[in-house]
């Protein structure tokens, strides 16, 4: 009789083995049902008492985990070191534990867990700390309600809308890196937007008559009589252009550039990018392509002339005259005859 028994455990024990190394050999944190577990053909003759007993044997030794998803009963591997340090744990410990590992990466508050394991706050506490400790668990915060203490597994990252995603620093929006990134977005797309004004070719000195002078002045002037300012140079793309730089492309750029310290997703800089269109730093262009939308940035390339400082230079008529090279005195065009210098000094 006793060598039939141990004859039973032994064949027991090993059919526990060869049903744990098939789950392992899965994905990591994966799920496996009645069905999953019939299928790997371990079980002699499918049968059901068998599995029962060796799933039973398993969660005994710590190595599966029963979840319950879509209201069917599941279970989930769990590694053997793992295991090892779970027995170390006390009662309370380990069913608190459970019911943190089953919020996977939302995490649990403190209260709503209280309430579900149904213990005094003194135990819940004491076994919290506890766990936090030997690393089982970690507390993090929730950036939708920052005054609660959430806790989730130490071995797992918490989701985006736990943490805000990548614009959120310890629950705290980072400002300082949304700006520094929006700057070099809008410094990338001006740079697919406009063209660089050609620059005012003028012939080296010559003897001219201040006729012909102005003459040449008028002409150099001629094609940027609609800019509304002379600091502006930079020109719109021809009508029809449709090689603005889109979602997909930013977000490559951004990823392989290192401007930013995470790797960010398309519907991240989707984000960013609406808010710079509400800042008024971009608009969106449809170019009919099947990637989405277009941006290009607005007319503002140059700061406001209130808060533009400039030089003494920049801002006397030499600065941007373009028959500078013909002004000498003597000459058709010069300082002292300048009527521009006039309307400058308002004399």
Known sequence: MASSFNSASSSSKELQHALYSRCAQGPANALYYQDDLLEFDVIPGNSISTLLQCVQGLMNDGLLKVHTHDGLMAWKVVKPEDAAREKSLSQEETMILSHIRDTQREGIWTTTLRRRVNLHLSIVTRCLRTLESKNFIKAIKNVKYPARKIYILASLNPSEDVTGGPWFTDGELDTNFIDYLADWVQQYITARSW?????????????????????????????????????????????????????????????????????????????????MGYDGRIDKVFTGSLGGP??????????????????????????????????????PVSASNCKYFEEWLDI
């Open 195 to 275: 063209v660089q004004r050609p620059a005012i070719m003028v012939p080296k000195k010559a003897k001219m008559n201040k006729t012909d002078a102005e003459k040449a002045r008028a002409r150099a002037l001629e094609p940027y009589k609609h800019l509304s300012s002379s600091k502006e140079d930079l020109l719109p793309l021809p009508p029809g252009f449709r090689d603005y730089p889109e979602v997909k492309e930013l977000t490559k750029w951004i990823n392989k550039s290192g401007v930013a310290s995470v790797t960010l997703a398309e519907v991240d800089v989707t984000q960013l990018l609406d808010v």
């Open 294 to 331: 277009g941006y290009r940035t607005r007319r503002q390339a140059h700061p406001k002339p209130e808060e533009y400082a400039g030089t003494g230079l920049t801002e006397s008529p030499c600065g941007v005259c373009p028959v500078f090279n013909l002004c000498e005195e003597g000459g």
